[in-house]
């Protein structure tokens, strides 16, 4: 069954303002990371944040990770509209066979 | 210089051909993935191959054959195209199967099947 699902499956915000998009998986994991797709494209990794982590930050995104309610969060501070995207959180497991597996993606529009 | 690379972008068919899905990575990475993107967006992983060998096979039908020559290249053989086959499929590589490295993705072929 699919590990990852996202909150809020869309949401639309200002530029300027602050985004945050939730994540909640299913079993134990050895990571989480956060992926962005443009519409079209692919996807492109943005941050990988470890089991044993509990908070990271790359630019203007923040990412929060609390295994104990398996779930993590996906701040982007200050959007622009070049942010307009989906946004996917994927688990990387270390019980079975080592596999990336997505959430549905939470589709982010930043309106100018 | 692309990373991964992917062809063709759009693949237009018909109902019972076979078609292929090329892939190739220069990023020296031992391990590729195909992954299938559907209507809702979800994103399903198919196969992963470390160093040329199959490691994941995620139930997917035997009309899906994953070829690779070496460890550059995965391509996606589908035999008998079926309505249901119609997607976005991407492929990805990373550097090892340990499920803690980040993945690189193509800019996926989008299959319409009629």
């Known amino acids: 069954s699919q590990q990852g699902e996202e909150d809020p499956q869309a949401l639309s915000i200002q530029e300027g303002e602050n985004a945050t998009m939730n994540c909640s998986y299913k079993t134990s994991i050895n990571n989480l990371q956060w992926y962005r797709q443009n519409s079209g494209r692919g996807l492109v990794h943005l941050i990988l944040i470890r089991s044993n982590e509990r908070e990271k930050h790359s630019g203007r995104l923040r990412v929060t990770l609390d295994t104990s309610k398996k779930s993590s969060s996906l701040l982007i501070t200050a959007s622009r509209a070049a942010d307009t995207a989906s946004y996917f959180c994927a688990t990387g497991s270390t019980s079975g066979t080592y596999k990336y597996i997505f959430g549905t993606g939470t589709r982010l529009k930043v309106l100018a | 210089d692309t990373a991964v690379s992917q062809t063709p972008k759009y693949l237009v068919t018909q109902m019972g051909n076979d078609k292929s899905i090329k892939c190739e990575q220069n990023?020296?990475?031992?391990?590729m993935y195909w992954y299938k993107q559907d209507s809702k967006k979800f994103l399903k992983i198919m196969f992963s191959?470390?160093?040329?060998?199959?490691?994941i096979n995620e139930t997917v039908p035997n009309r899906f054959s994953p070829k690779s020559p070496d460890k550059a290249h995965l391509n996606l053989h589908i035999n008998s195209l079926e309505l249901g086959d119609s997607a976005v499929y991407f492929c990805?590589?990373?550097?090892?199967?340990?499920?803690?490295?980040?993945?690189?993705f193509g800019s996926g072929t989008q299959l319409s099947v009629l």
């Open positions: 191959y470390n160093n040329k060998e199959l490691i």
């Open positions: 990023l020296g990475h031992d391990t």
């Open positions: 990805a590589s990373s550097p090892r199967d340990r499920g803690s490295e980040k993945l690189f």
